[in-house]
């Protein structure tokens, strides 16, 4: 329901004035023109409304004005009227009286107020509208409150437009068309009013409209809007105009133009004119009646205590205005209100603490008292309209009113906002005709206060620009406005705040200190936020206490109120977390004086933002002392942005002096060991944050001090060698601690009286022990000292005991000539033991320098004697003597070894003797022997010759060459042998040759056997041959016999057998065998006979069988048998196989008989006959094998022939024999009877009138449909497989052939068009008859429903069809009446209306980088498809695709998570073409064909930077980086300049050489904003915009300014400072032209000073003041130099330790010189003048 809140000012007269008051016409309106009102329009167009008709004529409306009139159209089909404005004639109010309406605006019951039927709207009420006169005063009087309900009157202020009002509910009661909703706030808004139902935002339509706005109806007779608060409420017992029925009905009003506004509210004389508002109220349910509703209004009520008021706690909706109340006493009785209205009453106030009873309170309306606070108003929980209109108050202090939505209080006097309670939830402020309209900006004031959920402020949408000017105030303002601060302008908030908080904390501030500062830095989601409370010590007070301060942090809600302290969040700073975004953050700072706590002091932040998901370092230090060998860590605090904390890239650099930071190769680690080369270097250790999804932060580095070198220290002290009388020892060790320098050594020896030790030798770390060491032992003291003269602690070690040295050789020689077989001796002299005990051993070796023992050879072995005689082996080699001496007690010394000067010689090669020895006999064997001197003998040269004759040159023998010995062959036999050696060096040289020749002829041997033996096995039948070797001459005949032996050893000579081989028969078995063999020469000399060894006993042979063959013929029927030859001992029990051979390597085994019956597998195969002989000891002998010919088949013959019963479509298959080889392809003929023939007449058959069935070759046959009631008859002819014919057979059936049972098959569906489906089968046995059809649907639970009606094989689908399958019934039914069974088709596949189709798919959009292309699909113009596109359509899916290379327009891939309608075009697109298919899925489940559309390929956008950021600390020391979102292409070669701007000048100052995209700030930069240039560079060249971006004022690092504050303050000071005489870089401090000086300054001048020596006085070298051109220079490249310039001829450049002291120096000397600067440091460094 909506209420009509009054907003004109209060009435001048009483109401009994206004009761007499007479009727006077209303005040002439002025028409609006059509120009003017579409000019208006176009400030509230809203692409979400709905258009109110235009009025039909302009009119305004008084205070007065009837607003009830209810427009109707006498039609009856709901044809809605249009009402834009009405107008009251003096006629109508003549006409059509009006009673006195109460102040609730609603006539009394039964009473309504209509608007005659209008042929001419626009002309009636144009005519109207010429009346000038306002309403008499007792009409005004009845229609106080009509308005209230009524459509707003035109006369608004020219400077408030009105707004379309939201419409949040529809009555329940009635038929109420929605009118369109308009939501002036984001989505964020949306979602917040469903989430919140309780928020009801009204809304308006501006006057400034010129479109036509349809008004809603509300019931079918087509009532207007303007009906609603007259026909909805005309009963009090029913209808309330302070109850809501939950419909969402929005206010319509319309307005003339601001002239003809502001002329008629000239013209009329009452305020009554005034413009009111319609608020739309949030809901209260009505589920009552009268027993929950009061409604007493006008009925002069004076006390809630009155008797006959029957206030009860049951009562929910309570009306008294109009009364005379003026005391809230008795409302507490009222618990279960919701409504309560007490308007217009004498209220005053304070008192109403009474309404704290009330807690269910949901409206209240106080408008129209005398109320003057709101003080003792209690908090209402449930509290969420409130109407203070009309009444006295000056403030809006009141209790927090946790769920309060609409706060009216227009038309008061309120002057200040101080006391604004909390409302979390307001939507609706209004305060109009209030002196606080005066102030300036008060819309932006009470956006402060009230937060983001105000939406309307005094009934229209918030203003843009008051919305940006709110935000440029900080957090705390609306605390302090609260507080009673003046609003003022935003530039001026920030001091005037201060001012304002420091003046209420001023008493409670700790004594002698003043406040400087207190605000918090702009909080960042997981970065760190710093708050900073500065205090400064008055000096005219002394106190020796130190102010300690304590914090605590609080965060609140999306305004800044309601704070709830952090857990542990007492630091100066708080990391903001992930849930704090969007909250403010309070920080409360509580000082501490001498122990004494002081009320705490505040600063609020402005809301968390999100972080950048880049993480970034706000601390970065090294801790450790810079010690050579000392472990460092680099310590890094990081804020991460947003972004999941990961692990950092770190790094170290060495930097020496004046030069450039080097990498340490594997330093990456946050720790890292000092070495001696990090000695007179600083560190640089260089940090970059990474977070879990890969952000890099920028990376920051920190400098340490230069490391230092330990102090000089040893370990690991040590003594190298045996300590043992005459070696020579050495001490080492392990230094540590910079550069070695002149470290001294000691040795010391110990006493032989005590344990002390004497200092024996200095300086050396090498020791000779002699004999006096012997029996004692020695200490070596290692004192460390540095390259700069710094002495460590000493370390000492102490040896064994000296032990005396063994025996030792020196002299060593060796004394001969070191030829091959010479004799040389080796002298030495031996001290501590004895030559004649020593013993030596000689080697060889290629070298000619000695290296002990390695590649030594030994020539002989160790023993006493000194003499050798040089063997062949040395040739070429040197000797060395390895001399051992030995003690007479046999201890043995180290051994020395000697070398003979040169290698041993050799002599040429030759024989000094050669013969040859041996029997020159055939067999013998001849030796050769010979000595050979001349060096290494090589390869000599042996050849065997033989001779005729003595003299004649010889036959060489080349098997014998190379040998010293040779067997003498038969070939010598008769001639002479010789012997012929070549010596041979082994460097290849050739002696001369000698010869031994035989003396005699060589003889031939005496005849005899080598051996013999016979050959072959002792078995039966197996031939013998003799095996022998014959030796002695030529063989002549020699002489055979062979000799049986029987078991008893009697031996038997077998006659004839006089040759080499003999052939065992069976009579020899069980002998044994041998021969005898007499040898016999060509000569016939005789030799011995031999005889050989026996073999046997000779065994029988193995059973054979000789000869196998087949008996009987080879016919398919007949038998066959076999005789077979046996031989092999006796015959035992053979075995015979018979076998069918089917191919070459396959055969079938058959039986073991004696005989083998032919059958009809075996006609066109072979029999095999496999024998196997066995002798009867069990021996089987070898098998043997014959084979038969192809078995030849019988002669065809059938016999058995029958033909089983016969039935319908079932095969028939005679029974049948046949005989006679292979069966062939018979011919089989089938005959059809009509009767049973019989003998003869079966017989010929062929010659009977009967039907021929089938002639051919096959013997089954399937009786068909024609064969019903018939006899069946088959002729056989047997035929074998080669054609040859036997007898025919006939045999015909028994009975005839019967039909079988009616069944169908195949049934199915099948679609015949669209939505209509066909039912078939195929029907079986016998003649169908009538068959029964159906059709059944399939539900998608299973379930099957038989569809009535449906009875013919076709069907047409209908609605309840869909989503279901369809099923075709087949019940077959034979021609005799004979039913089958019922069979039904396969389910059809689910009916479904037609797929949804997409036409065409377009993209709208660019195809450029950074620009967002949509996807539209065109659907089909086709009834189906636009039906299914409108019933059936669930959803459509799009997915985006990517060319994988540039150019290719043929390979697409899919961009993942790209699924969307949109897609926004990235840099990696540019050079690709872009697809989007486009899917769509109806609600069964099923998608369409893919859609697709492609773009050209992707430009680049135009270069362009966003989000440019300098991030850096701001203090001088810290390093700067520039950071922004490039976009446009791939980024190429961007500019970047730093520059310099002084705070409040325009002007930039370039630094030159800083271009790169981080920048290290110094003390130049101090009170310089820094600014960066950012120029966007396309790789191709293309340029965009510049963007600029700057850092506040450079601060001096706090621990500089702390000492620059300290030197100032005293007002001279001195540093030690070094000069640069040269001006040119040193590598190393105090080395070169480096000298040092005293720098002197004060407040009046600057001096250099040398420093005075034993020699010379203190010069002042330069010296001035800071007069022009005084200035003090920096250079880049060197931190640790400066140069002062007090004029053109007077410079000095100086050198420090640190870039602190410089920067300290620096500063001092420009803080002395401030007066002479434009700007003051002094304000730079925050001291005081």
């Not at 002036?184 to 308006?204: E, F, T, Y």
């Not at 998608?1340 to 309840?1360: F, K, M, P, Q, R």
């Not at 872009?1474 to 956008?1501: K, M, N, Q, W, Y």
């Not at 922004?1524 to 100052?1549: A, N």
Request: charged fraction near 25%.
């Amino acid at each position: 329901m909506v209420l009509a809140e009054m907003e004109s000012q209060s009435v001048s007269n009483s109401e009994d004035q206004v009761e007499k008051a007479q009727p006077s016409q209303l005040p002439k309106q002025s028409p609006v023109s059509s120009a003017e009102s579409v000019k208006r329009s176009s400030k509230i167009a809203k692409p979400d409304v709905t258009p109110a008709a235009r009025a039909s004529g302009p009119a305004t409306l008084s205070r007065n004005r009837v607003s009830g009139v209810r427009v109707s159209d006498s039609s009856a089909n709901g044809v809605k009227s249009t009402v834009a404005r009405s107008s009251l004639t003096s006629n109508a109010a003549s006409s059509a009286p009006m009673k006195r309406r109460n102040s609730t605006g609603v006539l009394p019951e039964k009473q309504s107020v209509s608007v005659p039927k209008r042929t001419d709207n626009a002309n009636s009420v144009a005519g109207n509208s010429r009346n000038s006169s306002s309403a008499s005063e007792p009409l005004r009087r009845s229609l106080t409150e009509t308005r209230r309900a009524s459509l707003p009157s035109a006369a608004t202020k020219a400077s408030s437009p009105g707004s379309i009002s939201e419409i949040k509910k529809q009555s329940p009661v009635s038929s109420v068309t929605k009118i369109s909703r308009v939501s002036p706030k984001s989505d964020a808004s949306k979602q917040d009013s469903i989430k919140k139902p309780s928020l009801r935002p009204s809304l308006s339509i501006s006057s400034s409209s010129s479109k036509r706005l349809p008004s809603s109806s509300l019931d079918s007779s087509g009532s207007s809007t303007i009906r609603r608060s007259v026909s909805k409420v005309s009963s009090p017992s029913t209808r309330s105009p302070s109850v809501t029925s939950g419909s969402r009905i929005g206010s319509l009003s319309a307005s003339v133009d601001k002239s003809s506004s502001l002329s008629g509210r000239r013209k009329a004389s009452t305020p009554d004119s005034r413009d009111s508002r319609f608020i739309v109220l949030p809901q209260v349910e009505i589920k009552g009646g009268d027993d929950v509703r009061l409604d007493l209004r006008g009925r002069r009520v004076r006390s809630l205590n009155a008797s006959g008021l029957n206030l009860s706690d049951n009562l929910e909706f309570v009306y008294l205005r109009d009364n005379l109340l003026s005391s809230l006493e008795g409302i507490e009785v009222l618990k279960r209100v919701k409504v309560l209205d007490l308007s217009f009453n004498d209220f005053k106030g304070p008192g109403f603490e009474p309404l704290g009873n009330c807690k269910f309170l949901q409206q209240l309306y106080l408008a129209g008292n005398q109320i003057t606070s709101l003080v003792s108003l209690p908090q209402l929980p449930n509290l969420e309209f409130l109407s203070v209109a009309q009444n006295r108050l000056r403030s809006l202090a009141m209790a927090s009113q946790p769920r309060l939505q609409v706060l009216a209080a227009s038309k008061n006097k309120i002057s200040t906002l101080k006391g604004f309670p909390h409302l979390p939830v307001l939507e609706h402020l209004r305060v109009e005709e209030n002196p606080i309209l005066e102030m300036s900006h008060l819309e932006a004031a009470s956006i402060l206060l009230v937060g983001p959920t105000l939406k309307k402020f005094n009934d229209r949408d918030l203003s843009s620009e008051e919305v940006e000017i709110a935000k440029r105030y900080p957090a705390h303002t609306a605390l302090c406005i609260r507080e009673g601060w003046e609003f003022c302008r935003p530039e001026l908030v920030a001091d005037s705040t201060f001012r304002f908080l420091v003046e209420q904390w001023k008493d409670h501030l700790p004594p002698g200190y003043l406040l400087k500062e207190a605000s918090v830095d702009q909080p960042f989601e997981e970065d760190v936020c710093r708050c900073h409370f500065i205090f400064v010590k008055d000096h005219t007070l002394s106190t020796d206490s130190e102010l300690v301060l304590k914090y605590q942090w609080f965060i609140g809600g999306r305004t800044p109120t309601n704070f709830v302290a952090i857990a542990d969040a007492v630091g100066e700073v708080y990391w903001p977390k992930h849930e704090d975004i969007d909250k403010f953050l309070k920080v409360e700072c509580t000082p501490v004086l001498a122990e004494i706590e002081y009320p705490p002091i505040f600063a609020v932040s402005s809301p968390v933002s999100p972080g950048t998901g880049y993480p970034k370092v706000l601390n970065l230090s090294v801790h450790g002392e810079l010690v050579e060998g000392n472990v460092i860590k680099g310590y890094a605090e990081v804020a991460w942005c947003g972004g999941t904390p990961g692990k950092g890239v770190a790094s170290w650099l060495r930097r020496r002096w004046n030069s450039s930071p080097v990498v340490i190769v594997g330093a990456e680690d946050e720790e890292y060991q000092l070495t001696i080369d990090d000695i007179d270097s600083s560190l640089v250790f260089m940090y970059t944050p990474v977070t879990e999804e890969g952000a890099k932060g920028e990376p920051q580095y920190a400098i340490t001090d230069f490391v230092k070198a330990a102090a000089p220290s040893v370990n690991n002290v040590r003594i190298l060698g045996e300590a043992v009388e005459g070696n020579t020892i050495r001490g080492v060790g392990e230094y540590f601690g910079g550069r070695e320098g002149p470290s001294k050594f000691e040795w010391l020896r110990e006493s032989n009286d005590s344990s002390d030790f004497a200092l024996v030798s200095t300086g050396t770390a090498e020791y000779t022990l002699t004999k006096e060491h012997v029996g004692r032992r020695l200490a070596f003291v290692y004192i460390p000292i540095n390259f700069e003269g710094q002495e460590g602690k000493s370390v000492s070690v102490v040896t064994q005991i000296v032990k005396k040295a063994p025996p030792k050789v020196t002299n060593l020689k060796i004394i001969g000539d070191t030829r091959e077989g010479n004799k040389v001796t080796v002298t030495a002299t031996v001290t501590g033991g004895t030559e004649g005990s020593s013993r030596v051993q000689w080697f060889k070796t290629n070298s000619s320098k000695l290296d002990g023992e390695n590649g030594l050879e030994a020539v002989s072995t160790s023993k006493i004697a000194k003499a050798f005689r040089i063997p062949l082996g040395a040739v070429g080699y040197y000797i060395v003597a390895k001399f051992t001496p030995m003690a007479p007690d046999g201890e043995s010394g180290d051994p020395a070894y000697v070398i003979s000067e040169k290698a041993v010689e050799t002599l040429p090669p030759s024989l000094n003797f050669l013969s040859v020895t041996g029997d020159y006999c055939e067999g013998e064997m001849l030796t050769a022997s010979y000595g050979y001197i001349g060096g290494h003998e090589g390869k000599s040269l042996y050849n065997w010759y033989l001779h005729e004759v003595e003299t004649d040159s010889g036959t060489l023998i080349p098997e014998a060459s190379g040998l010293l010995q040779y067997r003498i062959t038969k070939d010598a036999i008769g001639k002479f042998v010789s012997f012929r050696c070549t010596p041979v060096r082994d460097d290849g040289i050739v002696g001369e040759p000698r010869t031994s020749l035989g003396q005699e002829h060589v003889r031939p041997g005496t005849p005899r056997l080598l051996y013999l033996q016979i050959v072959g096995k002792a078995i039966e039948g197996t031939k013998l041959h003799v095996d022998k070797k014959y030796w002695g001459g030529e063989e002549g005949n020699s002489v055979f016999r062979w000799f049986l032996t029987s078991s008893d050893g009697t031996q038997t000579e077998i006659k004839g057998a006089t040759t080499v081989s003999y052939m065992l028969s069976s009579d020899d078995i069980g002998f044994y065998i041998s021969v005898s063999c007499e040898p016999v020469r060509s000569d016939w000399a005789r030799g011995r006979t031999v005889v050989s060894e026996q073999i046997g006993p000779i065994v029988p042979g193995p059973p054979t069988c000789q000869s196998l063959e087949f008996q009987g013929s080879i016919v398919e029927g007949q038998r066959l048998s076999f005789i077979a030859t046996y031989s092999g001992g006796e015959r035992g029990s053979c075995s015979h196989e018979w076998f069918r051979v089917r191919s070459r390597s396959v055969k079938e085994k058959l039986s073991e008989d004696e005989f083998l019956d032919l059958t009809l597998e075996d006609v066109g195969r072979r029999i095999e006959l496999v024998y196997t002989p066995v002798r009867r000891d069990g021996m089987k002998g070898t098998p043997r094998s014959i084979v038969s010919d192809e078995i030849v088949p019988a002669d065809p013959v059938g016999f058995e022939l029958s033909i089983p019963d016969c039935c319908e479509d079932e095969e028939v298959v005679p029974q049948k024999s046949y005989y006679g080889g292979q069966e062939g392809s018979a011919e089989y003929i089938w005959y059809r009877a009509k009767t049973k023939l019989q003998g003869s007449d079966l017989m010929n058959i062929s010659k009977a009138s009967v039907d021929v069935l089938i002639s051919g070759n096959t013997l089954a046959y399937t009786p068909s449909l024609e064969d019903l009631g018939s006899y069946l008859a088959l002729h056989w002819v047997p035929t074998r497989a080669d054609g040859i014919w036997g007898k025919p057979l006939v045999a015909i059936s028994n009975n005839p052939v019967s039909p079988a049972p009616p069944v169908v098959s195949n049934v199915r569906v099948k679609e015949v068009s669209s939505g209509v489906y066909s039912g078939e089968g195929e029907y079986y046995g016998g003649y169908e008859g009538t068959s029964l059809f159906s059709w059944y649907r399939e539900t998608s639970d299973g379930t099957i429903v038989l569809i009535n009606g449906a009875s013919s094989t076709t069907y047409e689908v209908v609605e309840a069809d869909f989503n279901c399958r369809l099923l075709f019934g087949y019940t077959p039914v034979r021609s005799d009446t004979v039913v089958g069974e019922l069979r039904l088709s396969e389910p059809t596949d689910i009916i479904l209306p037609e797929l949804p189709r997409i036409e065409t798919l377009a993209l709208t959009g660019k195809a450029v980088e950074g620009e967002i292309l949509r996807a539209v699909e065109v659907i089909p113009k086709s009834d189906k498809q636009q039906l299914v596109w409108g019933k059936y359509k669930k959803d459509v899916k799009y997915q985006w695709f990517c060319t994988s290379d540039k150019g290719d327009k043929t390979s697409f891939e899919p961009l993942p998570s790209q699924c969307l309608s949109s897609y926004k075009v990235r840099l990696e697109d540019i050079g690709r073409c872009l697809r989007c298919d486009c899917i769509v899925t109806d609600t069964f489940g099923r998608s369409s064909e893919p859609a697709s559309s492609e773009t050209a390929a992707v430009v680049p956008g135009i270069p362009k930077i966003d989000k440019l950021e300098i991030e850096g600390r701001g203090f001088h020391t810290n390093l700067y980086a520039i950071r922004g979102i490039y976009s446009g292409g791939k980024e190429g070669k961007s500019r970047i300049q730093w520059l310099r701007s002084m705070v409040g000048s325009p002007d930039l100052i370039s630094i030159p050489g800083e271009v790169g995209r981080m920048y290290e700030a110094n003390v130049d930069d101090v009170g310089y904003r820094l600014v960066a240039i950012y120029t966007p560079v396309r790789e191709d060249g293309v340029e965009g915009q510049p963007v600029s971006a700057s850092t506040d004022p450079i601060a001096v690092e706090p621990d500089v300014l702390k000492e620059v504050k300290q030197k100032l303050d005293l007002g001279a000071v001195k540093f030690e400072v070094l000069c640069d005489k040269d001006r040119s870089p040193k590598k190393v401090l105090g080395v070169g032209s480096l000298e040092r000086r005293i720098l002197e300054v004060n407040r009046k001048r600057v001096k250099v000073v040398k420093p005075g020596s034993k020699t010379s006085f203190p010069a002042t070298e330069i010296r001035g003041s800071y007069a022009p051109p005084f200035h003090v220079e920096l250079f880049r490249i060197d931190q640790h130099r400066l140069r002062i310039v007090v004029d053109r001829e007077n410079e000095v450049d100086l050198m420090v330790q640190t870039r602190h002291m410089r920067d300290v120096i620096v500063l001092v000397i420009r803080g002395f010189a401030q007066r002479f600067n434009s700007t003051s440091l002094n304000s730079l460094l925050k001291v005081e003048a």
